[in-house]
């Protein structure tokens, strides 16, 4: 067998993005190879909360995070965990986190993702037709629950923020949440319900669907895990572990949390940190859930699929390598049973994944800095299922040297 494969576009990562990549470049008439060690969407993308969150433009570090800090690390199975021997390397990361929360860059950064979000839901809107993925849209809203009067005042200003970007959103006493959600534990005297908020049935199958999608119009899939990416005479050698080289005339990379391993490579340094997401998946009849209910005091959502009910999300900054921690999602789930009293435990099957996130919650776009045939996709956070059809538009607008639809400077790989 030939050890050699020569590539249009290269894209390395078979997660959403790397898929949503692949589809629109194909659809442009492109020969795309997508490199992914595992297959696609079998890792993060396969167990994030299906959220289309299209109203989540608020940067995390305004998000209230810096406020409820101290206390969250006081708790190690809390909303954020950071393990006490990574906090030196997670330091600098952790100093941009703070800047980023500066007021002087809050209207420059909210400003960037609600654009960014208007592109997304055009983009899913677009794809969706054209894949014929439409019926795994599901368009019921989500309810914000909050457990205490401090915490709803507490997030009124970010709900008045989004109001110029014309996001709905219907605040509950707790009447009005039992009307959306029966069943729900009395403690949530206040809500928030957000119309426009969407979900998808299953998120492994949409980016499956997507993927076939992207094959019939020439997309190839090639089963691998790159060990070297590096410039070779105009193109881009991508070094398989198990041996083979992929010679491309442009390299995209979308690799997620692992994805500034390879701009080093390039020459660009990016500041990605890994914050792993839990989650535990019960079984559909565990509870009648008639929407995605977010518990932002607590750190995490409850979401129906269309095959099981999701429990997920907190943060744990803790790298790649550390091994998982399944306690925390052990305590969501006792969260979630005092918060859904009917809530059946049993049957669940538990899960980590890992959030590639950068300091100012937005993500790089863009080309590298010395290697005009090399383009980044990655560092969407919690938003990557959301952004990911934007995100694919945006990529094959720069390969196809277009103008972008959406001003990049804010999601370049050089502003750090």
Same mark, same amino acid.
């Given at each position: 067998?030939? *050890?050699?494969? #020569?590539?249009?576009?290269?894209?390395?990562?078979?997660?959403?993005?790397?898929?949503?990549?692949?589809?629109?470049?194909?659809?442009?008439?492109?020969?795309?190879?997508?490199?992914?060690?595992?297959?696609?969407?079998?890792?993060?993308?396969?167990?994030?909360?299906?959220?289309?969150?299209? +109203?989540?433009?608020?940067?995390?570090?305004?998000?209230?995070?810096?406020?409820?800090?101290?206390?969250?690390?006081?708790?190690?199975?809390?909303?954020?965990?950071?393990?006490?021997?990574?906090?030196?390397?997670?330091?600098?990361?952790?100093?941009?986190?703070?800047?980023? %929360?500066?007021? &002087?860059?809050?209207?420059?950064?909210?400003?960037?993702?609600?654009?960014?979000?208007?592109?997304?839901?055009?983009?899913?809107?677009?794809?969706?037709?054209?894949? #014929?993925?439409?019926?795994?849209?599901?368009?019921? %809203? +989500?309810?914000?629950?909050?457990? +205490?009067?401090?915490?709803?005042?507490?997030?009124?200003?970010?709900?008045?923020?989004?109001?110029?970007?014309?996001?709905?959103?219907?605040?509950?006493?707790?009447?009005?949440?039992?009307?959306?959600?029966?069943?729900? !534990?009395?403690?949530?005297?206040?809500?928030?319900?957000?119309?426009?908020?969407?979900?998808?049935?299953?998120? &492994? *199958?949409?980016? &499956?669907?997507?993927?076939?999608?992207?094959?019939?119009?020439?997309?190839?899939?090639?089963? @691998?895990?790159?060990?070297?990416?590096?410039?070779?005479?105009?193109?881009?050698?991508?070094?398989?572990?198990?041996?083979?080289?992929? $010679?491309?005339? +442009?390299?995209?990379?979308?690799?997620?949390?692992?994805?500034?391993?390879?701009?080093?490579?390039?020459?660009?340094?990016?500041?990605?940190?890994?914050?792993?997401?839990?989650?535990?998946?019960?079984?559909?009849?565990?509870?009648?859930?008639?929407?995605?209910?977010?518990?932002?005091?607590? @750190?995490?959502?409850?979401?129906?699929? *269309?095959?099981?009910?999701?429990?997920?999300?907190?943060?744990?900054?803790? %790298?790649?390598?550390?091994?998982?921690?399944?306690?925390?999602?052990?305590?969501?789930?006792?969260?979630?049973?005092?918060?859904?009293?009917?809530?059946?435990? !049993?049957?669940?099957?538990?899960?980590? @994944?890992?959030?590639?996130?950068?300091?100012?919650?937005?993500?790089?776009?863009?080309?590298?800095?010395?290697?005009? #045939?090399?383009?980044?996709?990655?560092?969407?956070?919690? $938003?990557?299922?959301?952004?990911?059809?934007?995100?694919?538009?945006?990529?094959?607008?720069?390969?196809?040297?277009?103008?972008?639809?959406?001003?990049?400077?804010?999601?370049?790989?050089?502003?750090?």
């Amino acid at each position: 067998m030939n *050890d050699r494969t #020569n590539a249009d576009v290269a894209v390395i990562g078979g997660g959403i993005v790397g898929t949503c990549i692949a589809a629109q470049l194909a659809e442009a008439g492109r020969q795309v190879t997508v490199i992914d060690r595992t297959g696609i969407c079998e890792e993060t993308s396969s167990g994030n909360a299906a959220a289309l969150a299209f +109203s989540d433009v608020l940067p995390m570090a305004h998000k209230g995070m810096m406020r409820s800090l101290p206390k969250w690390l006081l708790d190690p199975l809390g909303p954020l965990s950071i393990p006490p021997s990574y906090l030196p390397k997670l330091m600098p990361w952790l100093i941009r986190f703070w800047r980023a %929360g500066n007021p &002087r860059h809050y209207e420059a950064s909210l400003s960037a993702q609600a654009g960014m979000m208007r592109l997304a839901q055009a983009e899913w809107a677009d794809l969706m037709q054209r894949s #014929n993925t439409g019926n795994m849209l599901r368009e019921n %809203g +989500s309810l914000e629950l909050y457990d +205490s009067e401090a915490g709803f005042q507490a997030a009124l200003p970010g709900w008045e923020a989004r109001k110029p970007f014309g996001i709905e959103h219907i605040h509950l006493d707790r009447e009005g949440i039992a009307e959306l959600q029966p069943g729900l !534990s009395p403690r949530f005297a206040h809500g928030t319900f957000v119309p426009g908020w969407k979900t998808v049935s299953n998120p &492994r *199958d949409l980016g &499956r669907a997507i993927w076939r999608h992207a094959e019939s119009r020439g997309a190839e899939l090639l089963s @691998g895990d790159v060990a070297l990416a590096v410039p070779s005479q105009g193109k881009v050698a991508i070094q398989l572990k198990a041996g083979r080289t992929v $010679l491309a005339d +442009s390299l995209v990379v979308a690799a997620g949390a692992w994805s500034h391993l390879l701009a080093r490579q390039f020459g660009d340094r990016i500041p990605l940190e890994t914050e792993r997401g839990y989650n535990t998946t019960l079984p559909r009849s565990a509870f009648d859930l008639q929407r995605m209910l977010i518990f932002p005091d607590h @750190g995490f959502v409850i979401t129906p699929l *269309d095959d099981g009910i999701r429990v997920g999300g907190a943060v744990e900054l803790a %790298g790649l390598r550390r091994p998982p921690n399944f306690a925390r999602a052990a305590a969501m789930m006792r969260k979630a049973t005092g918060f859904l009293p009917g809530l059946d435990p !049993s049957g669940g099957r538990q899960w980590m @994944g890992f959030r590639p996130s950068l300091p100012d919650s937005l993500p790089v776009i863009g080309r590298s800095g010395q290697h005009p #045939n090399v383009f980044y996709a990655f560092g969407h956070g919690h $938003l990557g299922l959301t952004q990911s059809a934007a995100t694919g538009r945006l990529i094959r607008d720069l390969v196809l040297g277009q103008a972008p639809a959406i001003d990049l400077q804010p999601f370049s790989p050089q502003r750090f």
